[in-house]
């Protein structure tokens, strides 16, 4: 077959997918309206058009966290998880682990009980309706303090059936790794898998990377493309078989460079790293694109379709699901 139908027919992973980035403006627009919740753009088109500003990792996470104030309650979660599940199974994703943020929602009034209700009654039902499986990662973000990553730690607890691993995302500038160690031992700990977003270019990408592998201990990275400029990192993160998540459109647009830059994964693939595609926050760049465009766009840049077996490959392994739902779906 050709590329666009393999990459179709093919059954797919995702591993690093913030679900408040799966966020559409179409969505957006109608919880703002349940909320009654004035948005500073009069319609879907204007939201739209307000991505264009997004040109960086901060400029981006401005709008992200801007967008998610229309997220207020228990069936906002619901409805934006389950809409992104279904949209997913059409394309032939069989499974998801997706991140969430709680502190932005806790911050705003939210009970975290009901972000993590929303969100798994939508997963429940999108297994039972369209076969698809997922899992979630809870994100702290590594602006805030330690010590309110440990209370959602705590907080996610009696949680343990639904939240299977832990990550850090969000502004990385001054926030490195070390600043979570006690967390992250606590939740190894407690038995959560444990990422870390080690995005591409920022400050001391280099000394955060050789922290996750070193110091936390990480299973994956998400991003981490940096890492091919550092033998030394290459050779420990084969060492540890980490899998990289990476997410090549989105890395892509934050950077305005809107064709997908490939090279991270072919680099990741000749350096014996296990790189995974994935697409991050597809609601805010590049008109919702998904993981099949993802795959196919990098495809279309010189790789093989041996290449995205390959991929495929290691978002298998590198899943963190449990094994019999690994022997169902996959
Ligand atoms: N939060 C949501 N998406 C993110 C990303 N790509 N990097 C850091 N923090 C994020
Ligand atoms: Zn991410």
Redesign the pocket.
């Known amino acids: 077959p050709d590329l666009a139908s393999f990459v179709k027919d093919m059954p797919k992973l995702e591993l690093h997918l ?1 679900i408040e ?1 799966t966020l559409e403006p179409e969505m957006k627009f109608r919880l703002a309206k349940r909320n009654n919740i004035t948005l500073p753009e009069p319609d879907v088109e204007a939201i739209y058009k307000s991505y264009g500003a997004i040109h960086d ?1 901060q400029s981006f ?1 401005t709008i ?1 966290y801007a967008g998610q104030d229309v997220l207020r309650q228990r069936q906002d979660f619901y409805d934006l998880c389950y809409a992104y599940l279904q949209r997913a199974s059409r394309e032939n994703v069989v499974y998801v682990e997706m991140s969430f ?1 709680p502190q932005a929602h806790v911050a705003r009034g939210v009970a975290f009980a009901d972000v993590v209700n929303g969100l798994g009654r939508a997963q429940d039902d999108a297994r039972r309706d369209f076969g698809i499986e997922s899992a979630l990662i809870m994100c702290f973000e590594r602006e805030r303090s330690e010590q309110s990553a440990m209370e959602m730690l705590h907080a996610a607890l009696p949680f343990r059936n639904r939240i299977i691993g832990v990550g850090l ?2 502004n990385e500038t001054n926030n490195p790794p070390i600043k979570f160690q006690d967390v992250f031992r606590k939740a190894r700990a407690e038995g959560f898998r444990l990422t870390m ?1 080690c ?1 591409i270019d920022q400050l001391d990408t280099h000394e955060h990377i050789r922290q996750a592998i070193d110091v936390i201990k990480v299973d994956r990275i998400d991003h981490g493309g940096n890492v091919l400029e550092r033998p030394d990192l290459v050779r420990r993160a084969r060492a540890h078989d980490l899998t990289f998540t990476v997410c090549p459109v ?1 890395s892509g647009w934050l950077r305005k460079e809107h064709a997908q830059p490939v090279s991270v994964v072919r680099g990741m693939i000749d350096a014996g790293l296990k790189a995974s595609i994935n697409s ?2 597809p609601a805010y760049m590049h008109n919702n694109y998904t993981i099949g465009s993802t795959m196919q766009a990098v495809g279309d840049a010189h790789l093989t379709k041996a290449d995205l077996i390959a991929l495929s490959r290691n978002s298998i392994m590198g899943a963190w699901t449990s094994d019999p739902v690994r022997d169902r779906q996959i």
Do not use: E, K, P, Y
């Open positions: 913030h980035g990792l996470l992200f943020d995302d969000s977003h995005d989105a991050d926050d």
